[in-house]
Structure formats: C-alpha cells, structure tokens
C-alpha cells in the first residue's frame, strides 16, 4: 500500500463493464503489467486481472485516474492475488 492510501484511507473504486464481449471498460487500475492482441495483465486494487482474448487493443489507459478501455472479442477475466515485486536478477544476486 502506498504512504499516499494510508495517509487519505482512499481506495480507488473498481470496476469492471463488459459490453457484449468486445468492449470492455475497467477502473481502479493502477498499472499495466504486459500486453498483446491475446492478453492484457493489469494491476488492480483487487488484485492482478489477466483478460484474454482475440485482436485485443488498448484504446485508453489512464494510471492517473485508473480508467481502461479495449475492445477485441473477450474470452476470460481472471484475478489472481497480487504478487509482491521482489526485485531484479541483480538485486536477488547482491543480497
């Protein structure tokens, strides 16, 4: 959790819209792992989310707002626990 959340207590909100598999609106996001035209893992305040489909796009990301918008034909949504980031090859190699 950042200094900033535990100073306020504010959480964004989170939200997922899915528009008839091929729009897809998410808020609350706070940073985009990785992504290509079969998936999209993004970080959220729930967790991590992998969406996975066919000619997935970005049409907007917005870490400032935490707002998501893609389109493509949409199979899943998934939410793993996040992971906590433990450093580079190089960081693990000088402990």
């Known amino acids: 959790m950042s200094d900033e959340k535990e100073k306020t207590g504010f959480q964004q909100p989170h939200n997922v819209i899915l528009e008839d598999?091929?729009?897809l609106s998410i808020s609350g996001v706070q940073d985009i792992d990785?992504?290509?035209e079969q998936?999209?893992?993004a970080?959220?305040?729930l967790g991590?989310?992998?969406i996975k489909g066919f000619?997935?796009?970005i049409n907007k990301i917005d870490v400032q707002t935490g707002e998501l918008?893609?389109?493509g034909e949409i199979w899943s949504l998934s939410y793993s626990e996040a992971q906590p980031k433990r450093g580079?090859?190089?960081?693990?190699?000088?402990k």
Do not use: A, K, M
């Open 88 to 94: 580079g090859f190089l960081s693990r190699l000088f």
């Open 69 to 71: 918008d893609l389109e």
């Open 48 to 50: 991590e989310l992998t």
């Open 39 to 41: 998936s999209v893992i």
């Open 34 to 36: 990785s992504y290509d």
């Open 21 to 23: 598999r091929h729009r």
């Open 43 to 45: 970080f959220t305040e």
């Open 55 to 57: 000619d997935l796009h």
